[in-house]
């Protein structure tokens, strides 16, 4: 049987008649139906076929395909960014009264569709620690609709343990299981395997991984996607072609891509442990990290983010920020370039320092996205900053 890597290179949309080999971009609002019975057929679901590319193209298909692929999913739907899939991974199964429990170290802009908008709707949120396991079901209500969370968590990599969450799963059947794996990627992590009912992810981070274009894509049971698919249908968050055909393209490096990048983290991680301007190193694969052995147990490496805190607070982190020379500065991940953030004042600046400070967030933390250069180079780099930094 084939492995993932050899499934996903070799899965393509169908061959047209001029018999291509590299999959061409299907650049078309809508499709030609051969007679009015077939149009009729199509749009009662008595046949399957192309109708609209706001439904469905071949270059989304071949997009989600993959990804069923890699996460051994039933089925699933590509959105135009990872925000359109989050949101309606939410928006497309709750209803006025109904309750979600979340965890509470996630991205900032989820947080806001919790506490601004979802809102505006009649649901509501809780928050709990998500590696706090007896927290989880302390926190289910008779309403409870959804249980959503990321792991690893952005951006102090924080874990749920899988394993316990797909046995509550088992008692909770009613509940959808959600999962942000966007981190990880399938490649390390496969969420469905422990019980999850959807996982979603910003394609624009390491499916495309290399910042070209935007993207998100949500897989997982079939049944819920059908339901999901009605949303999307009349709401209208579609993957372009063009970005399906280029994140496509960019899955078949993405195993190779991501052993770089978790050997390169874990490089760093290891070198700025051992840093005296360094306070604190979050990295899953670290012996240090509260949770490696959960770590190891779920994911194949760590990832390719490394979080860390200067000393000397906010100041100090913009000043070795701007002493960066190769690592760019941007709010982005997951590219093959190195990338450093400063979470407290870009992505999660909409958060209280309170709620900023309850997930790990200090005035000092960078966020690095650890690329695929030579590890020399960003080592050196980050190291350099440090000291022009003082």
């Given at each position: ?39 009729r ?20 298909t ?84 959804i ?27 009613q509940?959808?299981?959600i ?19 959807l ?62 990048h ?18 604190k ?13 959960l770590?190891?147990?779920?994911m ?52 209280s ?38």
């Amino acid at each position: 049987m084939k492995k993932d890597q050899s499934k996903i290179i070799r899965e393509q949309a169908p061959r047209s008649a001029t018999r291509e080999h590299s999959v061409p971009l299907y650049l078309t609002s809508s499709f030609i139906f051969d007679s009015a019975e077939q149009g009729r057929a199509i749009f009662a679901d008595e046949e399957e076929g192309m109708v609209y590319s706001r439904y469905a193209n071949p270059n989304t298909t071949e997009f989600i395909n993959k990804v069923c692929i890699l996460e051994e999913a039933e089925a699933g739907l590509a959105f135009a960014s990872g925000m359109a899939a989050i949101f309606a991974s939410f928006a497309g199964f709750v209803r006025s009264g109904d309750h979600i429990v979340s965890a509470k170290a996630i991205f900032g802009s989820t947080h806001q569709l919790f506490t601004q908008l979802l809102p505006r709707w009649g649901v509501t949120t809780t928050y709990v620690d998500a590696v706090d396991n007896q927290a989880w079901e302390k926190a289910i209500q008779p309403n409870t609709k959804i249980l959503f969370l990321e792991s690893p968590s952005n951006p102090g990599l924080e874990l749920a343990d899988l394993s316990f969450l797909g046995e509550l799963k088992k008692k909770y059947p009613q509940i959808i299981f959600i999962i942000d794996n966007c981190f990880a990627t399938p490649y390390l992590q496969k969420p469905l395997r422990y019980g999850f009912d959807l996982s979603i992810h910003s394609a624009t981070k390491y499916m495309d991984g290399q910042g070209r274009v935007l993207g998100g894509v949500a897989v997982g049971k079939q049944q819920l996607i059908n339901e999901l698919m009605f949303f999307i249908r009349h709401t209208g968050p579609a993957m372009s072609a063009f970005n399906a055909w280029t994140i496509s393209k960019s899955l078949d490096t993405l195993g190779l891509r991501m052993d770089k990048h978790c050997s390169n983290a874990l490089a760093l991680a290891e070198a700025l442990e051992q840093h005296t301007e360094i306070t604190k190193v979050n990295y899953p694969f670290l012996p240090s990290h509260p949770q490696y052995e959960l770590a190891r147990k779920q994911m194949k490496a760590g990832g390719g983010i490394v979080t860390f805190e200067v000393k000397g607070g906010k100041e100090r982190a913009y000043s070795f920020l701007d002493a960066l020379e190769m690592i760019l500065y941007t709010s982005n991940l997951g590219d093959a370039r190195s990338i450093a953030t400063h979470p407290g004042s870009t992505t999660h600046s909409k958060l209280s320092e309170e709620e900023r400070l309850s997930l790990g967030i200090t005035p000092g933390t960078i966020r690095l996205s650890v690329g695929i250069e030579d590890q020399e180079d960003i080592i050196g780099d980050i190291l350099q900053a440090l000291e022009a930094s003082k």
